[in-house]
């Protein structure tokens, strides 16, 4: 029987390869095997061993490529075989990651695992689109909340009827589909339809799109706009400030294709002077 080997949950950050940590690189740089999730940027391979097992475990909201079941089933096996395992998530494994699920699974199978924290897309999308989640001005508290129950639910996961006036910035993730009743959740329980509203499509990636509104004209907006996920809302004072503090958007290079005539290795500087 081979020893166990060792597990890492690994937030690979928002999108950009440039925000996983150094721990994340650190130990993809040791991975036997890794289980890699579809807003997981591919660049972040490079890290890894060149005979790395790759397994891909790409969820969208409506296509399943594995089931949850399978891939904690898959972590166990290539633990139990010994290997060294990345489990590479999206943003931070714990904020809506279902990270908490395969720990709770490790831990039941006696299997040694790490958990490596990841810059979430919660706070660096908005981030990336100029908007702070806080301010000592206007914003002193935020929530992040999922969009993705279903509507209609009679008592929904999300306590909108408390949620709606209790915090400054409510976060969105997995809300797009559903924004219409977000919003109109939001309206009934009081939230002023001035209250301004961003939505933040593929942030820090160089595709990333940001629209704003407010709560009575941001639905028209966005589906004007054919914004689709994966997208993060933000919904608050603190969008006024990307009046002023935009800056990935607004960089003289955003959006357009540079074909750089190089070898990638030989690229990267000179990329990074573009960017
Ligand atoms: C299953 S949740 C995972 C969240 C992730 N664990 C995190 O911390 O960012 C997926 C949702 O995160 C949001 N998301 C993730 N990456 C994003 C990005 N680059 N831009 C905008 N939204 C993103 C979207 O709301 C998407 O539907």
Redesign the pocket.
């Known amino acids: 029987m081979p020893e166990t080997g060792k597990v890492y949950l690994v937030?690979a950050g928002?999108?950009d390869p440039g925000l996983i940590t150094l721990r994340g690189a650190e130990v993809l740089g040791r991975a036997d095997t890794v289980i890699m999730d579809r807003?997981a940027h591919p660049r972040l391979l490079h890290h890894a061993p060149s005979d790395v097992e790759l397994i891909y475990a790409g969820?969208s909201?409506r296509r399943h490529t594995i089931g949850q079941e399978d891939i904690t089933a898959l972590i166990v096996d290539r633990a139990r075989a010994g290997r060294v395992v990345v489990r590479l998530?999206?943003?931070?494994?714990?904020?809506?990651?279902?990270?908490g699920e395969e720990a709770e699974a490790l831990a039941a199978e006696g299997i040694d695992f790490e958990i490596v924290p990841?810059v979430?897309?919660?706070i660096?999308?908005p981030a990336f689109a100029g908007i702070p989640v806080t301010s000592r001005f206007t914003a002193a508290s935020f929530a992040v909340v999922t969009?993705?129950e279903a509507p209609g639910k009679s008592r929904g996961d999300v306590r909108w009827d408390r949620l709606a006036t209790a915090v400054d910035t409510i976060v969105?993730?997995?809300?797009?589909e559903n924004l219409p009743w977000i919003v109109s959740e939001l309206l009934d329980n009081g939230r002023d339809a001035g209250t301004p509203v961003a939505v933040?499509?593929?942030?820090?990636?160089p595709r990333?799109r940001t629209v704003t509104g407010t709560l009575a004209d941001i639905v028209d907006i966005c589906r004007n706009a054919h914004i689709g996920?994966?997208?993060?809302t933000v919904v608050g004072e603190v969008v006024r400030l990307r009046q002023t503090i935009s800056w990935f958007e607004t960089r003289p290079l955003f959006g357009r294709r540079t074909i750089v005539t190089r070898a990638a290795d030989q690229a990267g500087e000179l990329s990074s002077l573009l960017l």
């Not at 933040?200 to 990636?205: A, F, L, N, S, V």
């Not at 996920?229 to 993060?232: L, R």
Request: hydrophobic letters at 35%.
């Open positions: 937030g928002p999108g807003l969820k909201s998530k999206g943003g931070d494994p714990f904020v809506f990651g279902r990270g990841g979430s897309s919660a660096a999308a969009g993705h969105c993730l997995m809300g797009v933040i499509e593929w942030g820090t990636h990333q996920a994966p997208a993060v």
